[in-house]
Protein backbone atom coordinates (compact mmCIF):
# COMPACT_ATOMS: atom_id res chain seq x y z
CA UNK A 1 0.00 0.00 0.00
CA UNK A 2 0.82 3.50 0.49
CA UNK A 3 3.45 5.05 2.58
CA UNK A 4 2.57 7.70 4.27
CA UNK A 5 4.49 10.86 3.43
CA UNK A 6 6.63 13.17 5.37
CA UNK A 7 5.39 15.41 8.19
CA UNK A 8 5.41 16.99 11.74
CA UNK A 9 3.21 16.64 14.22
CA UNK A 10 2.99 18.91 17.46
CA UNK A 11 2.97 16.63 20.33
CA UNK A 12 1.39 18.43 23.43
CA UNK A 13 2.48 17.39 26.47
CA UNK A 14 -0.04 19.84 29.03
CA UNK A 15 -2.79 18.60 27.33
CA UNK A 16 -1.90 15.30 25.51
CA UNK A 17 -2.71 16.49 21.87
CA UNK A 18 -1.33 15.11 18.77
CA UNK A 19 -1.59 17.85 15.33
CA UNK A 20 -2.30 16.63 12.85
CA UNK A 21 -4.00 13.41 14.95
CA UNK A 22 -5.56 10.21 13.95
CA UNK A 23 -7.65 8.26 15.79
CA UNK A 24 -8.70 8.93 19.23
CA UNK A 25 -9.75 6.14 21.56
CA UNK A 26 -10.99 6.35 25.27
CA UNK A 27 -11.25 3.76 27.46
CA UNK A 28 -13.79 3.87 30.75
CA UNK A 29 -14.15 2.29 33.94
CA UNK A 30 -16.15 0.21 32.15
CA UNK A 31 -14.06 -1.23 29.80
CA UNK A 32 -11.53 -1.63 32.26
CA UNK A 33 -13.85 -4.97 34.35
CA UNK A 34 -11.74 -8.01 35.13
CA UNK A 35 -8.99 -5.97 35.25
CA UNK A 36 -8.62 -4.45 38.64
CA UNK A 37 -8.27 -6.32 42.37
CA UNK A 38 -11.29 -4.56 43.60
CA UNK A 39 -14.34 -5.69 41.47
CA UNK A 40 -17.00 -4.08 43.68
CA UNK A 41 -15.24 -0.91 44.07
CA UNK A 42 -15.23 -0.73 40.16
CA UNK A 43 -19.15 -1.33 39.77
CA UNK A 44 -19.69 1.28 42.16
CA UNK A 45 -17.38 3.77 40.47
CA UNK A 46 -19.18 3.06 36.69
CA UNK A 47 -22.31 3.33 38.68
CA UNK A 48 -21.08 6.89 39.99
CA UNK A 49 -20.41 8.10 36.16
CA UNK A 50 -18.57 5.53 34.32
CA UNK A 51 -15.28 8.21 34.39
CA UNK A 52 -13.24 8.12 31.35
CA UNK A 53 -9.74 6.39 32.87
CA UNK A 54 -7.25 7.09 29.79
CA UNK A 55 -7.50 8.48 26.12
CA UNK A 56 -5.23 7.99 23.32
CA UNK A 57 -4.58 10.42 20.64
CA UNK A 58 -2.95 8.52 17.31
CA UNK A 59 -0.79 10.24 15.05
CA UNK A 60 -1.93 9.65 11.61
CA UNK A 61 0.28 6.67 11.03
CA UNK A 62 -1.24 3.47 9.88
CA UNK A 63 -0.49 0.41 12.06
CA UNK A 64 1.23 -1.37 8.93
CA UNK A 65 4.43 -3.47 8.69
CA UNK A 66 7.47 -0.57 7.81
CA UNK A 67 5.82 2.19 9.31
CA UNK A 68 6.22 3.61 13.05
CA UNK A 69 2.89 4.62 14.23
CA UNK A 70 3.24 7.33 17.18
CA UNK A 71 0.54 8.37 19.94
CA UNK A 72 -0.25 9.99 23.42
CA UNK A 73 -1.87 8.48 26.02
CA UNK A 74 -3.31 10.71 28.72
CA UNK A 75 -4.12 8.11 32.14
CA UNK A 76 -6.27 10.32 34.51
CA UNK A 77 -5.28 10.75 38.54
CA UNK A 78 -7.53 8.39 40.19
CA UNK A 79 -7.62 4.83 41.81
CA UNK A 80 -10.10 1.71 42.04
CA UNK A 81 -9.43 0.61 45.73
CA UNK A 82 -5.98 0.94 46.64
CA UNK A 83 -5.13 0.19 42.42
CA UNK A 84 -3.64 3.51 40.46
CA UNK A 85 -5.65 3.67 37.26
CA UNK A 86 -4.46 2.32 34.54
CA UNK A 87 -4.38 1.08 30.65
CA UNK A 88 -5.67 -2.30 29.75
CA UNK A 89 -2.37 -3.53 28.55
CA UNK A 90 -1.42 -5.83 25.63
CA UNK A 91 1.45 -7.76 24.08
CA UNK A 92 2.92 -7.48 20.24
CA UNK A 93 1.37 -10.77 18.72
CA UNK A 94 4.70 -9.89 16.22
CA UNK A 95 6.84 -9.89 19.57
CA UNK A 96 8.76 -6.10 18.19
CA UNK A 97 9.73 -3.15 20.68
CA UNK A 98 8.42 -0.06 21.67
CA UNK A 99 9.46 3.12 23.66
CA UNK A 100 7.38 5.05 26.20
CA UNK A 101 8.59 8.95 26.89
CA UNK A 102 7.51 10.82 29.93
CA UNK A 103 5.33 13.97 28.76
CA UNK A 104 3.61 14.77 32.27
CA UNK A 105 3.21 13.68 35.57
CA UNK A 106 4.29 10.19 36.78
CA UNK A 107 3.63 6.21 36.10
CA UNK A 108 4.61 3.33 36.17
CA UNK A 109 5.37 1.11 32.91
CA UNK A 110 4.84 -2.07 34.53
CA UNK A 111 6.03 -5.77 31.87
CA UNK A 112 5.81 -9.33 32.38
CA UNK A 113 7.61 -11.54 29.97
CA UNK A 114 5.15 -14.75 31.47
CA UNK A 115 7.89 -15.31 34.51
CA UNK A 116 9.40 -12.07 35.40
CA UNK A 117 7.79 -8.98 36.03
CA UNK A 118 10.16 -5.35 36.21
CA UNK A 119 8.78 -2.20 36.23
CA UNK A 120 10.79 1.45 35.47
CA UNK A 121 9.10 4.81 36.87
CA UNK A 122 8.48 7.52 33.97
CA UNK A 123 8.16 10.76 34.42
CA UNK A 124 9.45 13.37 31.54
CA UNK A 125 12.38 13.20 30.08
CA UNK A 126 12.29 9.62 30.88
CA UNK A 127 12.23 6.77 28.11
CA UNK A 128 11.13 3.59 28.96
CA UNK A 129 12.01 0.51 26.89
CA UNK A 130 9.89 -2.49 26.45
CA UNK A 131 11.65 -5.47 24.55
CA UNK A 132 10.12 -8.10 22.43
CA UNK A 133 8.12 -10.48 23.95
CA UNK A 134 6.88 -8.87 27.43
CA UNK A 135 3.56 -7.52 28.23
CA UNK A 136 2.73 -3.93 28.96
CA UNK A 137 1.03 -1.87 31.15
CA UNK A 138 1.13 2.03 32.54
CA UNK A 139 -0.65 2.74 35.68
CA UNK A 140 -0.77 6.65 36.89
CA UNK A 141 0.79 6.98 40.42
CA UNK A 142 1.03 10.51 40.83
CA UNK A 143 -2.18 13.10 41.40
CA UNK A 144 -1.93 14.90 38.22
CA UNK A 145 -2.87 13.68 34.87
CA UNK A 146 0.06 10.87 33.57
CA UNK A 147 0.98 11.40 29.98
CA UNK A 148 3.43 9.75 27.94
CA UNK A 149 4.66 9.39 23.95
CA UNK A 150 4.81 5.74 22.84
CA UNK A 151 6.42 5.09 19.54
CA UNK A 152 6.32 1.22 18.09
CA UNK A 153 6.51 -1.01 15.02
CA UNK A 154 3.84 -0.68 12.88
CA UNK A 155 2.92 -4.66 12.57
CA UNK A 156 3.38 -5.11 16.43
CA UNK A 157 -0.43 -5.94 16.80
CA UNK A 158 -1.96 -5.41 20.28
CA UNK A 159 -3.10 -9.07 21.91
CA UNK A 160 -5.60 -7.80 24.83
CA UNK A 161 -6.39 -11.10 25.57
CA UNK A 162 -2.91 -12.83 26.77
CA UNK A 163 -3.34 -9.62 30.06
CA UNK A 164 -7.22 -9.74 30.63
CA UNK A 165 -6.67 -13.91 30.80
CA UNK A 166 -2.99 -14.37 32.06
CA UNK A 167 -2.71 -10.68 34.08
CA UNK A 168 0.67 -8.79 34.24
CA UNK A 169 2.27 -10.23 37.51
CA UNK A 170 1.95 -7.09 40.13
CA UNK A 171 -0.37 -4.61 40.68
CA UNK A 172 0.47 -0.76 41.24
CA UNK A 173 -1.03 0.25 44.72
CA UNK A 174 -1.18 3.05 46.55
CA UNK A 175 1.18 2.67 49.59
CA UNK A 176 2.53 5.09 53.12
CA UNK A 177 5.45 5.50 50.54
CA UNK A 178 3.35 6.73 47.77
CA UNK A 179 2.77 3.58 45.31
CA UNK A 180 4.41 0.26 45.10
CA UNK A 181 4.57 -2.78 42.75
CA UNK A 182 3.18 -5.64 44.55
CA UNK A 183 4.07 -8.86 42.30
CA UNK A 184 0.59 -11.07 42.47
CA UNK A 185 0.41 -14.11 40.45
CA UNK A 186 -2.24 -13.76 38.05
CA UNK A 187 -2.83 -10.00 39.04
C1 LIG B 1 0.34 3.37 24.17
C2 LIG B 1 0.70 2.40 23.08
C3 LIG B 1 -0.55 2.04 22.32
C4 LIG B 1 -1.61 1.55 23.29
C5 LIG B 1 -1.89 2.59 24.37
C6 LIG B 1 -2.92 2.18 25.42
O1 LIG B 1 -0.09 4.56 23.58
O2 LIG B 1 1.28 1.25 23.64
O3 LIG B 1 -0.23 1.05 21.36
O4 LIG B 1 -2.80 1.22 22.59
O5 LIG B 1 -0.67 2.87 25.02
O6 LIG B 1 -2.65 0.92 25.96
P1 LIG B 1 -3.66 -0.31 25.72
O7 LIG B 1 -3.74 -0.54 24.23
O8 LIG B 1 -3.04 -1.45 26.46
O9 LIG B 1 -5.00 0.09 26.25
ZN1 LIG C 1 2.61 -1.94 22.92
Keep these: ?7 AAGIDGASGGVDPAGVVSERRLSDLRGLFRDAAALE ?12 VVAAPVP ?10 TTIEAGRV ?3 FYMTRGHAHPEPQGE ?16 EEVRWVEIRPGVAGYIPPGWAHRTANVGGE ?24 GARVVRSAAGYEVVEEPGG
Design 1 to 7: GDLVRPF
Design 44 to 55: RAVGEGDEVVYR
Design 99 to 114: VYFGLSGRGVLLMYDG
Design 145 to 168: PFRFLAVYPGSAGHDYAIVAEGGM
Design 81 to 83: GDE
Design 63 to 72: EVEGEVPFSV
